[in-house]
T-cell receptor, first 115, second 111 residues
Framework: EAGVAQSPRYKIIEKRQSVAFWCNPI?????LYWYQQILGQGPKLLIQ????????DSQLPKDRFSAERLKGVDSTLKIQPAKLEDSAVYLC?????????????FGPGTRLTVL | QKEVEQNSGPLSVPEGAIASLNCTYS??????FFWYRQYSGKSPELIMF????GDKEDGRFTAQLNKASQYVSLLIRDSQPSDSATYLC???????????FGAGTILRVKS
């Protein structure tokens, strides 16, 4: 079974530039998550999708971050414009269904450096 | 603000010893509790989850939950150098899979 795929793996940009990350979840997984993990901290949920609908985006900085999950499969996370404090690893995860202690499977992450 | 607290460590134990990792959480509504292992530069991987008071054992790992004290722990028996990693505690509400993570405890197993 293929795991969660993410690209790019690394990205370096200057502040005020824009950047986009892509995630392809495990086949059949209805729920998709984007997390931000700053060095030395645990992952923080940015947004949760159930199929192509948003379940929770309460911690997404909506003035600069946006995310979509077209057709309930792949997802993209965009930052525009980027700030220095956005430097982090962006993790995508997926699970079978939302609700209950279903295991979340994480992708390898995208390491973003904002200069 | 729901919080999950962990001692950042590092926790150093000799090979073959028992490693004890602890976590406290602030939200009394939390129902499910997870331990993830994260190697340096890698993504988190689930070790085990628990949602009933008491102990749950899986191989060398035992998770312990005390909801009254809002405390969850992970014991690793016969620790191996390959167990050296950051261990993340995460909690979620009963409905929905939103996880709140702690900052993690660094474990170092010395051979």
């Amino acid at each position: 079974e293929a795991g969660v795929a993410q690209s790019p793996r690394y990205k370096i940009i200057e502040k005020r530039q824009s950047v986009a990350f892509w995630c392809n979840p495990i086949s059949g997984h209805a729920t998709l998550y984007w997390y931000q993990q700053i060095l030395g901290q645990g992952p923080k949920l940015l947004i949760q999708f159930q199929n192509n609908g948003v379940v929770d985006d309460s911690q997404l900085p909506k003035d600069r971050f946006s995310a979509e999950r077209l057709k309930g499969v792949d997802s993209t996370l965009k930052i525009q414009p980027a700030k220095l404090e956005d430097s982090a690893v962006y993790l995508c995860a997926s699970s079978l269904v939302g609700g209950g202690p279903n295991e979340q499977f994480f992708g390898p992450g995208t390491r973003l450096t904002v200069l | 603000q729901k919080e999950v607290e962990q001692n950042s460590g590092p926790l150093s134990v000799p090979e073959g010893a028992i490693a004890s990792l602890n976590c406290t959480y602030s939200d009394r509504g939390s129902q499910s509790f997870f331990w993830y292992r994260q190697y340096s530069g890698k993504s988190p991987e689930l070790i085990m989850f628990i949602y009933s008071n008491g102990d749950k054992e899986d191989g060398r790992f035992t998770a312990q939950l005390n909801k009254a004290s809002q405390y969850v722990s992970l014991l690793i028996r016969d620790s191996q150098p390959s167990d050296s990693a950051t261990y993340l505690c995460a909690v979620s509400e009963e409905y929905g899979n939103k996880l709140v993570f702690g900052a993690g405890t660094i474990l170092r197993v010395k051979s």
